[in-house]
C-alpha cells in the first residue's frame, strides 16, 4: 500500500467518547470499516478505503496518537498511525508492537507523574 491514506475527522477525541464509532458504512465496494468518504471514492481507477478516525484531545495537546483503518482498493488492511506527522500503515503484528510500547510507555507516564506528585508535596 502506499502513502495514499485518506484522513477522516477525527470521530472520538475524548477518553468520554465511544470505544469505537458506529457509523453505518456507505463504502459503495462494501469494505465494512471504511466511512465511504465520497473524495477517496471518486477516481474509478483507484479507491482509498479509510475507517473513522480516532485521536486524543485534552489539556495535553489536540488530536494526538491519531489512528484509522486504511485500505487501498483491494491491498490488505493496515492501520494508519500519526508519528512525527506521517501516517506509517502498520500491519498486525506492527500493531501489536505498537500495543505493547503504548503500555510501557503509559506505566512511565504514571511513574513520573508519581515523581511530580511527590515533588510538589515537597515543596508544600
Ligand atoms: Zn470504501
Redesign the pocket.
Known sequence: MNKATARIPAQATSADAPLIASAPTT???G?AF?T?DPA??SDPRE?V??GPEYSMTGVYGFELMAFNLAQLDNDAPRLAFVAHGDWPELELNEVDTLIRDLGAHLDRLKAVRAQLAAALDARA
Open positions: 463504502c459503495p465496494d469494505v471504511c465511504g477517496s471514492h479507491h478505503h479509510a
